[in-house]
């Protein structure tokens, strides 16, 4: 089948890139002149703008896949294209959209006879070799003419419409917010692993200090890239993301690099307020949502108030890092 994809980051690039490989006709755009040209290198017509990649568009339905950031990049492409298409066409947005936006674009796109649909998108910058996992929502009849395009990008059964707009990132969501949690148990673990050895290392004795009651216990030295390989092999905590982390480990086991920063760009936010919502109690995703807001120092003035307290009701002063 023919079509427009919008947006050529590390997604969009790799969705591109499988889609000419299973033989489909892709028109590309970006606000990168190289990511373009890097396209149509690989096969794709390139466009300079979204009014060019409608016209390149000579399939009816046309169809144009949005892989650009969640926001107000979307807002202003889903708008631009609701001037452009025709009744019939199909937008589909790929990005990480909360789900309410999803629920309003599809009324307002419905409005003007242009489908619309919400997939959520999982594979990271994988998916161009092993496929992309696809959460679609939106109308069957749009669904059923995209399926061709959702083969080529899927790995076997790694696709499918799961409800009507909105529901595509709904899914999505909860997934993300699963992948916080699942990513944070694993960050968890392998840090325990590494104070195994807290009885090898002197420690002060002072008021301020609590002691390790059993030294003896803790004289560990563990190997964590070992251990996280071994648990890659029959394990019931193996998975994709342990495979990653042993990757991780193999390549610098003490993650030189890394400040430990962790970014969130929405979803574990819109899947802890679902859950507040509905009533449905997801306290481990919510905690894996706030460690990545304390990896990023926003619980600093909470820490400070935690030691001036200290301070005004014991006389505790702050020990040195």
């Not at 947006?7 to 969705?15: P, S, T, Y």
């Not at 202003?76 to 025709?86: D, R, S, T, V």
């Not at 916080?180 to 325990?192: K, R, S, T, V």
């Not at 086991?253 to 899947?271: I, N």
């Amino acid at each position: 089948m023919e079509i427009g994809m919008v947006g050529l980051g590390r997604m969009g690039a790799g969705m591109t890139r499988r889609l000419l490989g299973g033989g489909h006709r892709v028109v590309a755009t970006d606000l990168s002149a190289e990511a373009v040209a890097a396209a149509a290198s690989a096969g794709a017509v390139g466009a300079a703008s979204l009014q060019e990649l409608v016209t390149k568009l000579a399939a009816r339905p046309r169809v144009v896949w949005l892989m650009v950031p969640a926001g107000a990049p979307t807002e202003q492409a889903i708008g631009e294209l609701g001037g452009l298409l025709e009744r019939g066409d199909i937008v589909i947005d790929g990005g990480n959209s909360n789900y309410h936006d999803s629920m309003r674009r599809g009324e307002q796109l419905a409005a003007r006879g242009i489908e619309f649909v919400d997939c959520g998108v999982s594979g990271g910058i994988w998916g161009l070799q092993e496929g992309f996992c696809l959460m679609a929502g939106g109308s069957r009849e749009a669904y059923a003419h995209i399926e061709p395009a959702l083969r080529t990008l899927a790995p076997p059964d790694g696709y499918a419409h799961v409800g009507p707009s909105g529901a595509g990132h709904f899914v999505k969501m909860v997934h993300n917010g699963v992948e916080y949690g699942l990513m944070a148990a694993y960050a968890e673990g392998f840090n325990l692993l590494r104070h195994a050895g807290a009885g090898l290392a002197e420690r002060p004795a002072d008021a301020e200090t609590a002691p390790l009651a059993h030294p003896e216990r803790y004289r560990y030295e563990l190997d964590t890239a070992a251990i996280a390989e071994l648990w890659r092999r029959g394990s019931v905590v193996a998975s994709w993301l342990l495979d990653l982390a042993a990757a991780a480990l193999r390549d610098s086991p003490e993650l030189d690099g890394f400040a430990g920063r962790v970014s969130d760009s929405g979803e574990g936010r819109w899947t802890s307020i679902a859950a507040i919502e509905t009533g449905a109690p997801a306290p481990v995703l919510t905690t894996a949502l706030f460690a990545r807001f304390a990896s990023r120092g926003e619980d600093d003035f909470a820490n400070r108030l935690l030691s001036a307290l200290r301070a005004e009701f014991g006389g505790h002063a702050e020990k040195p890092a």
